[in-house]
């Protein structure tokens, strides 16, 4: 049986799957990335030189090279991972998000789809496409409701149009070709190794460092926070036990205003790092400008995937944001390297 091919395994998202596969299951993992900005070996450093870990430089929209992937490895299934993320960075380049999100995700299922065609009867019964997802693809929620499975398609900025055009092309590549894919839409994820553009990251980094903690709007919009360690158990869950053409909603079920988790950060670090000069943290908060096309709340029914796949959070918000908080207070080396290129923790996403 051949490894889990996992794209976009050096960013957020992408290393923490890597590491749980190494840790926790038998599963041998080629692990393909570009090494954009987001995406950091040091993320890696536990399972970098492990025996069942093969990492693989690669751009996925890069044919010729995905293919030499797939034929010198011959992975069981794939996770696809790799994408630009971050709903700013879409407002000011979204050309850089079409490429990786539709244009890359076009061509990894071309390149999958000519390997699976060749596969013996046996391997080809046994072989799976997972695709990663968002939330952000189904719009923005009023006060009431949540996101399900069956919700419709209404993307707001550039970043959740380019996760929306992938999705479908996942859905027409097993409609029409017949590659086996299963899909997976989840929240705000958030935990350690987590690039520092993102709003947890962000602010905590700021607030250790006493710079302003720039809150969008009145701080009202609303996001469901998922543990970054909670959604890889989910995707291998997925991976095992999913079935071929279903998708699977995977959320925290913990609703949060953006200024409320500003607010449990300052109070956290009230406790965690008392410094004179910059309690309490909470005075570091400045109202900004809002983002162009902000959606309001996101929120998701994982209710499918908790009766299906038998998964289940088990970090709480307040637990998880400790986590978090602690993992960035002690690891200010890999903080300092991730930010050593050319982001600044400066405003994005401007234009509008």
């Known amino acids: 049986m051949g490894p889990v091919l996992v794209t976009g395994g050096a960013g957020f998202i992408g290393s923490a799957l890597v590491r749980f596969l190494i840790a926790e299951t038998g599963e041998s993992v080629v692990n393909v990335d570009k090494l954009t900005y987001a995406g950091n070996l040091e993320s890696l450093e536990q399972v970098a030189d492990h025996a069942r870990h093969q990492f693989e430089r690669v751009d996925i929209c890069d044919g010729a090279a995905l293919t030499s992937v797939f034929a010198r490895h011959r992975p069981r299934a794939v996770m696809h991972l790799a994408a630009e993320s971050h709903v700013d960075r ?5 050309s ?43 719009g923005s929620l009023g006060r009431e409701g949540l996101f399900t499975e069956t919700s419709l398609y209404r993307p707001g900025s550039p970043y959740s149009a380019s ?20 899909m ?44 970054v ?12 036990r999913g079935q071929v053409g279903e998708t699977y909603c995977i959320g925290g079920r913990s609703e949060r205003t953006n200024l409320q988790v500003v607010e449990s950060i300052c109070a956290l670090l009230d406790e965690l790092e008392p410094h004179p000069a910059h309690r309490p943290h909470s005075r570091l908060i400045e109202f900004v400008t809002d983002r162009p096309g902000h959606d309001f709340r996101y929120a998701i029914d994982s209710s499918k995937a908790e009766r299906e796949l038998g998964w289940r959070a088990l970090e709480s918000f307040e637990s998880g944001l400790r986590r978090t908080i602690d993992w960035y207070r002690t690891n200010r080396r890999w903080c300092s390297h991730v930010l050593d290129g050319s982001y600044r923790r400066e405003r994005l996403g401007l234009r509008g």
């Open 163 to 182: 996760k929306a055009a992938s999705d479908h092309l996942v859905n027409a590549w097993r409609n029409t070709y017949g590659l086996p894919t299963l």
């Open 229 to 240: 360690d909670d959604h890889v158990r989910a995707l291998w869950l997925a991976l095992q």
């Open 184 to 227: 997976t839409n989840c929240s705000n994820n958030y935990g350690p190794c987590q690039f520092p553009e993102k709003l947890i990251a962000l602010m905590t980094l700021n607030a250790l460092d006493g710079r302003s903690l720039p809150v969008y709007g009145r701080g009202e919009n609303v996001r469901d926070w998922l543990y």
């Open 90 to 94: 879409s407002i000011d380049r979204p």
């Open 96 to 138: 850089d998000f079409i490429s990786t999100n539709v244009v890359g995700t076009a061509n990894l299922l071309t390149v999958a789809q000519k390997y699976y065609d060749e596969l013996s009867p046996g391997d080809a019964a046994a072989f799976r496409f997972l695709h990663v997802s968002t939330d952000e693809v189904f």
